[in-house]
């Protein structure tokens, strides 16, 4: 079974910047996206970013620019880089698995929590 831990989640100020990994078990898919989301407080998931196994990327409009989403090349690492931070960008974040999508459909596909997902980890940004 898959199995993804996330790290790097923490308190940090308007405008700093985080990294974000995640450690995915061994998985056969030979068609899948691995990606991050997050949920806010009250609100549901939104997917922010999808990598496949080419490289190509995929973000959603409000992070564009300021994250970046980068695979190890093993593939069993996943990060996200996150900088320019604002308090809208506190959340549980959480990566993923979604076989057989595009990125851009697995991003979509995200607010419903589709594939396998970690256990999150906790982004707080304050003003």
């Known amino acids: 079974q898959v199995r993804l831990v996330e790290s790097g989640g923490g308190s940090v100020q308007s405008g700093g910047s985080l990294r974000l990994s995640c450690d995915i078990s061994p998985y056969s898919y030979t068609d899948y996206c691995l990606g991050w989301a997050r949920q806010a407080s009250g609100k549901k998931p939104e997917g922010v970013a999808t990598i496949d196994r080419h490289g190509s990327t995929t973000y959603a409009d409000s992070v564009k620019g300021r994250f970046t989403i980068t695979q190890g090349n093993d593939r069993s690492t996943l990060y996200l880089e996150m900088s320019s931070l604002s308090p809208e960008d506190t959340a549980t974040y959480y990566c993923?698995?979604?076989?057989?999508?595009?990125?851009?459909?697995?991003?979509?596909?995200?607010?419903?929590?589709?594939?396998?997902w970690g256990q999150g980890t906790q982004v707080t940004v304050s003003s």
């Open positions: 993923a698995i979604v076989p057989d999508l595009t990125t851009t459909q697995a991003l979509g596909v995200m607010t419903y929590r589709v594939g396998y």
